[in-house]
């Protein structure tokens, strides 16, 4: 039985450049780092960058992406440094709470968010989602 999510990996083309993307602008944590890749926590979750040659040129034309969870008292200072940073973002946000939506350098697919499950099923519920039902 699956109980959570073990890691996270990224194919990323400049290890370097991914390293100082996710360590200094995300703030996650560096724990191992070798020549083609690198372990990273974001709160408990592990995320691994493995250098690749066939890592991605662009983002993917679907709504798949990665939510890293923030406080809401540190969403906006976060939110502006990585505007000021230069972050390509992919879409606006539509949905309950604050979400900013944006690219790593390899064109991966972020979200910084902050709320619950509890709360997106209350917004949802009260936001008549067609055929929404809470199971």
Do not use: C
């Amino acid at each position: 039985m699956i109980n959570g999510i073990n890691h996270i990996t990224f194919a990323v083309k400049d290890l370097n450049k991914s390293i100082h993307f996710y360590v200094d602008l995300l703030k996650l944590k560096l724990v191992a780092q070798w020549d083609k890749g690198a372990y990273l926590l974001a709160g408990n979750i592990w995320i691994a960058l493995n250098l690749d040659e066939k890592a991605r040129k662009e983002p993917n034309q679907d709504y798949t992406h990665v939510a890293f969870n923030v406080l809401s008292t540190d969403f906006q200072q976060l939110k502006n440094e990585l505007e000021i940073a230069g972050v390509k973002t992919f879409k606006e946000n539509t949905s309950e709470g604050d979400s900013f939506y944006f690219l790593d350098p390899d064109g991966h697919k972020l979200e910084l968010h902050y709320n619950t499950i509890e709360d997106r099923l209350k917004w949802a519920k009260e936001n008549d989602w067609n055929t929404f039902e809470i199971k």
